[in-house]
């Protein structure tokens, strides 16, 4: 198994060179930075001052939402250290990605817009996806998926590819997650064209090779750290200690053959195409 890890600069030429164009993923440390409510490496209870109240909702091992709870309520059960059942409840609270949402992380990003920022290595223009011509900034602009990941130790998310053609960030805030990443290449023995094997609990009748690979990266991120995940990669991870996490997904222009290749082959009529092509 591989860490790809960068331990040093990298600027957003590079960055789209050498990972954008090659669909190359990228693990970058200490390179966002955090102040506020999320400057705290362990403790979740600045978040729990400033959010307490929200109601925030509750997702299954992949994307499935469960229920709602109060993020205080949340936050009490994981740093009390009670036992969950499983699978462990997952907080994935979203900005807007769609025209008919009920529960929406926009105020709090609004919140927290002085207390994070982007890598510096992200392009700062020249995005189909959400459409941004220049001067973008995840933290005050809208994107797909963007999203404050919270989960209690043991907390995980099933291997999978994430959809739109997109590529993602995830920014680690608080505590430690591993992440594992698969090629595009390995799908043959990782998915059959309706689910993809879970890694934890593998069918192997189902599956019968997915033994065969082996991921290309598995890697610990530590608060302050981002990965980069290229469009088709199949990824999983597991919170190891309680987790706080910021992510977002999207299309640059060096990609805008594949995301039109997408579009054609119908993804024009999702709704969070739908949504951020209105926008």
């Known amino acids: 198994m591989t860490d790809r ?11 789209i060179e050498s990972h954008l164009a090659r669909n190359e993923p990228l693990v970058a440390r200490d390179c966002f930075p955090r102040t506020g409510p999320l400057a705290s490496p ?20 992949l994307f499935e ?24 409840p997952y907080v994935r609270w979203y900005a807007r990605q ?10 709090a990003f609004a919140e927290l817009a002085e207390s994070w920022a982007a890598p510096s290595w992200l392009p700062s223009a020249n995005y189909v996806f959400p459409p941004i011509e220049e001067n973008a900034d995840p933290v005050r602009d809208g994107f797909p998926a963007k999203g404050i990941f919270v989960c209690a130790a043991g907390g995980r998310t099933r291997l999978h590819v994430d959809p739109w053609a997109s590529d993602a960030v995830l920014c680690q805030v608080t505590g430690e997650k591993r992440l594992v990443l698969y090629p595009p290449d ?25 033994r065969a690979v082996r991921p290309v990266m598995d890697v610990t991120l ?5 990965i980069f995940i290229p469009a088709g990669w199949f990824h999983a991870a597991v919170a190891l200690t309680p987790s706080v996490s910021i992510t977002w997904n999207f299309v640059h222009e060096v990609n805008a053959d594949r995301f ?6 119908g993804g024009s009529t999702d709704p969070t195409v739908r949504y951020f092509r209105a926008t």
């Open 186 to 210: 390995a799908a043959e023995f990782l998915s059959d064209g309706e689910a993809v094997v879970d890694l934890d609990h593998p069918d192997d009748v189902r599956f019968p090779g997915w």
């Open 42 to 61: 362990r403790k979740l209870d600045l978040l729990a001052q400033r959010f307490g109240s929200c109601r925030v909702p509750v997702f299954d091992a």
């Open 5 to 15: 890890s960068l331990m040093s600069s990298i600027d957003q030429k590079e960055f």
């Open 98 to 107: 769609r025209h008919f949402q009920m529960i929406c992380a926009d105020g």
């Open 222 to 226: 530590s608060p302050g750290d981002a």
């Open 260 to 265: 039109a290749a997408y579009l054609e082959s």
């Open 65 to 88: 939402m469960q229920h709602t709870v109060g993020f205080g309520d949340y936050v009490s059960m994981v740093e009390g250290g009670r036992p969950c059942d499983e699978p462990i």
